[in-house]
C-alpha cells in the first residue's frame, strides 16, 4: 500500500505560481511513476504530468508543457509540482497518483491521494 497527501493548493491570481507537494508513506516510493491529474467543475478528470520511478523521464499534458515543472525527491518520499504562469482555466482539484508500470498519461492508477483544490482568479 502507499499513502499519498497533497498539500500546497489554493488561491491565486491569474499569472501566479503555486507549488504542489505529495508527500507517499508506506512501500517503496522509488520504485512507482508519480503523477499528477485534476478535475475541474463537470468534466473528466484529466493527466497533467507524470515522472517515471527512475526520474529519467517525465511526461506533460499539452496545458502543462512550457508552464508546469513535476519534479520528484525520492528521499523525501515526495513529488512536487511547480505551477506558473497560471490560468483560471487551471482551477480544479489537483489529485497526486502512484504507479508501478506505464503508460503514465493515463489510469488506472494504483493509489491516489484526497486532492486538493486549486482556484485561479482572473
Known amino acids: 500500500q502507499v499513502q499519498l497527501v497533497e498539500s500546497g493548493g489554493g488561491l491565486v491570481q491569474a499569472g501566479g505560481s503555486l507549488t504542489l507537494s505529495c508527500a507517499a508513506s508506506g512501500r517503496t516510493f522509488s520504485s512507482y511513476a508519480m503523477a499528477w491529474f485534476r478535475q475541474a467543475p463537470g468534466k473528466e478528470r484529466e493527466f497533467v504530468a507524470a515522472k517515471s520511478w527512475s526520474a529519467g523521464i517525465t511526461y506533460y499534458a499539452d496545458s502543462a508543457k512550457g508552464r508546469f515543472t513535476i519534479s520528484r525527491d525520492n528521499a523525501k518520499n515526495t513529488v512536487y509540482l511547480q505551477m506558473n504562469s497560471l490560468k483560471p482555466e487551471d482551477t480544479a482539484i489537483y489529485y497526486c497518483?502512484?504507479?508501478?508500470?506505464?503508460?503514465?498519461?493515463?489510469?488506472?492508477?494504483?493509489?491516489w491521494g484526497q486532492g486538493t483544490q486549486v482556484t485561479v482568479s482572473s
Open positions: 497518483a502512484a504507479k508501478g508500470s506505464p503508460p503514465y498519461r493515463a489510469v488506472p492508477y494504483d493509489y
